[in-house]
Every structure is written in C-alpha cells, then in structure tokens.
C-alpha cells in the first residue's frame, strides 16, 4: 500500500478545517460586534482565534492521517472511519473556538461596566458658581447651599404668617388698651366737674 491513502486523509482533512475555519473567520466580527464596537478590533480578535483554531486542528489532521493503515483491511472503510474521526474533532474544534469568542465578548461586557460605573463614581454633580449676571435659572436653591459651606451666615427666614398675626393682635390690644384709658380719664373728668360744691358754712 502506497501513500496515497494517507495523502487522501490528509486532504479532506485540510478541506474540512479550512471550510470551518473560514466560517469561524467570517463570522466572529458579527458575533462581537455588541462587544467590540469598533469593527477591525472585532475581526482581529476573530482572527487571531480562527488562527489558532487552525493550527490546532491541523495538528490534529496530521495526526489521524498518519496513522497506519492495516493491510488485511479495505481501503475505502478505513478512509471514511478516519473521515469520521476527523469530522467529530473539528466539530469538537468549533465548539471549543465559539466558546473563547463567548468568553471574550463576556469579559470585554465587563471591563464596560466596570469603567461606566467608575466613571459614573468619579463624576458628581456640577458645582455652583456665581457669574457676573447672577446665578443662571434654576441655581436659586443652591446659592445659599454655597454660601453656608463657605462660612457665610445663613439669611434670616421669612416672616410667617403666625408673627403678622401676632403682631396684627398685639396692636389691636394696645389700640383698646389706649381707648379704656381715655374713657377712665373722661369719667373722672365728668365726676370731678358734676360734684357740687359746698357752701361755706
């Protein structure tokens, strides 16, 4: 038996790998595209798994084609046995491929959350500061905010509504308290001046 039994394995082994191989090549950019959002970052991560899906499966090709063919055996079963043990590997092979590029979507999805949540830390909401025409529109709140963090005293509240109405009775009060006076001071007035006067004796 010559060589061109382990040639023919050697081919269709070739032929396999390679069509797979392509297919993982062509179809690694789409599948990372939601994680690598740039394309050529995407196909050159494909790539360097579809290179390393190939030389490991070449390996393995020469390998199964090496193996010796027995001499009482047909030559056609023993090509399609290895045929088939060839065809199982590569199928091993593209799982073991698609599972590195499910691997490295998975974590470049969490290096992305972990630098939005850094960032999101990092930043914090602006910081109040005068301009030359006044605070802009919806700064009023955080004016006086600013001014007690620096040291400022803080303005004296509003009046309520509780100090006007006391007030409102405190002057009512004196009002009739100035009005009893006077009647008390005309009553004596009129007592004074209705008494009669004695006669001198």
């Known amino acids: 038996m010559g060589n061109g039994p382990y040639l023919l394995v050697l081919l269709i082994g070739i032929v396999i790998v390679g ?5 993982i090549w062509r179809g690694g950019p789409a599948y990372l595209s939601e994680a690598y959002p740039d394309p050529r970052r995407a196909r050159q991560v494909a790539s360097l798994v579809a290179v390393f899906f190939y030389m490991v499966m070449l390996g393995v090709v020469a390998l199964v084609a090496s193996l010796e063919f027995s001499a009482d055996a047909a030559l056609l079963p023993s090509v399609l046995r290895r045929v088939g043990v060839l065809l199982l590997l590569t199928a091993v092979g593209h799982l073991a491929a698609m599972y590195g590029l499910s691997r490295l979507r998975q974590q470049q999805d969490e290096m992305d959350q972990m630098e939005a949540q850094a960032a999101g830390h990092v930043t ?4 109040w500061e005068p301009t030359p025409h006044g605070p802009a529109a919806g700064d009023e709140q955080s004016a006086p905010r600013s001014a007690i963090a620096e040291g400022a005293p803080p303005p004296p509240p509003p009046p309520t509504e509780k100090h006007e109405e006391g007030s409102e009775q405190e002057s009512s009060e004196r ?6 006076d006077a009647d008390d001071g005309d009553g004596a007035d009129n ?11």
Do not use: I, K
């Open 19 to 23: 069509v797979d191989g392509y297919l």
């Open 124 to 127: 914090g909401p602006p910081r």
């Open 175 to 180: 009002t009739s308290a100035d009005d009893g």
């Open 191 to 201: 007592t004074s001046g209705g008494r009669p006067e004695r006669a001198p004796g």
